[in-house]
């Protein structure tokens, strides 16, 4: 299936840019963040044992590399100068509220809607009358919702800060996410995908775990 427009116009984005932290950001920040939230859904609302154990082993492979991309913000993002830092933090919150207004939004499924012979643009209207704040906070409740994810992958590397928190206000409590974990949605889940192939493959405890990986880095 074709890429949406909104996700795509990122995706080709991370790709031309010669900024490296736009690429570690955007990609094993965002745009992995996003698929981890996705995953964890499917996984916990799925009802076929086999997609969950496939969103199961994803999420797996997917973890090691959101699990990068906080490493790297937790030992650059600190450490350079304060205005790129503000930069990151700006672009962060444009990419964050593209993908928050577009992601589900009609305009990016038209094919979807042509093939049950429905207008797209009546679909629009129908989808923001009924879209509020109210609704989208109401639905950030949810820990494995996608854009909750994306908002606690930014403020626990510090890419949010006092600057932008209260745009993020808008749609979750930031106090209460702030003082969660520093364990993502998908870390428990995946965590269990890695004993899986630990016994699946014989490896006893020799396989990489996301807690090891950090402490590698150190």
């Given at each position: 299936?074709?890429?949406?427009?909104?996700?795509g116009?990122?995706?080709?984005?991370?790709?031309?840019?010669p900024?490296?932290w736009?690429?570690?950001?955007?990609m094993?920040?965002?745009?992995?963040?996003?698929?981890?939230?996705?995953?964890a859904?499917?996984y916990?609302?799925?009802?076929?044992?086999?997609m969950?154990?496939?969103?199961?082993?994803?999420?797996t492979?997917?973890?090691?590399?959101?699990?990068f991309?906080?490493?790297?913000?937790?030992?650059?993002?600190?450490?350079?100068?304060?205005?790129?830092?503000?930069?990151?933090?700006?672009?962060?919150?444009?990419?964050?509220?593209?993908?928050?207004?577009n992601?589900?939004?009609?305009?990016?499924?038209?094919?979807?809607?042509?093939?049950v012979?429905?207008?797209?643009?009546?679909?629009?209207?129908?989808?923001?009358?009924?879209?509020?704040?109210?609704?989208?906070?109401?639905?950030?409740?949810?820990?494995?919702?996608?854009?909750?994810?994306?908002?606690?992958?930014?403020?626990?590397?510090?890419?949010?800060?006092?600057?932008?928190?209260?745009?993020?206000?808008?749609?979750?409590d930031?106090?209460?996410?702030?003082?969660?974990?520093?364990?993502?949605?998908?870390?428990?889940?995946?965590?269990?995908g890695?004993?899986?192939?630990?016994?699946?493959n014989?490896?006893g405890?020799?396989?990489?775990?996301?807690?090891?990986?950090?402490?590698?880095?150190?």
């Open positions: 299936m074709k890429v949406g427009p909104a996700l116009d990122i995706v080709t984005e991370l790709v031309l840019s900024l490296v736009k690429k570690i950001v955007g094993q920040m965002l745009v992995e963040g996003l698929a981890m939230g996705a995953f859904t499917f916990k609302n799925g009802r076929d044992p086999l969950v154990q496939l969103m199961q082993l994803t999420m492979d997917e973890a090691f590399h959101h699990k991309g906080k490493i790297w913000a937790d030992r650059t993002i600190p450490n350079i100068d304060p205005a790129e830092r503000d930069m990151i933090e700006d672009w962060a919150w444009h990419v964050f509220q593209i993908l928050l207004y992601l589900g939004s009609p305009e990016q499924k038209k094919h979807i809607y042509a093939a012979g429905l207008d797209w643009e009546w679909v629009q209207g129908a989808f923001m009358e009924a879209l509020t704040d109210v609704n989208i906070r109401e639905e950030m409740q949810e820990s494995t919702n996608i854009f909750r994810v994306l908002i606690k992958t930014l403020l626990k590397t510090g890419i949010i800060t006092a600057r932008t928190a209260p745009n993020y206000a808008a749609f979750i930031m106090k209460e996410l702030y003082a969660e974990s520093d364990r993502m949605v998908g870390d428990d889940i995946a965590e269990e890695i004993k899986y192939l630990l016994k699946l014989g490896q405890a020799r396989a990489y775990s996301l807690e090891s990986m950090g402490s590698a880095a150190e």
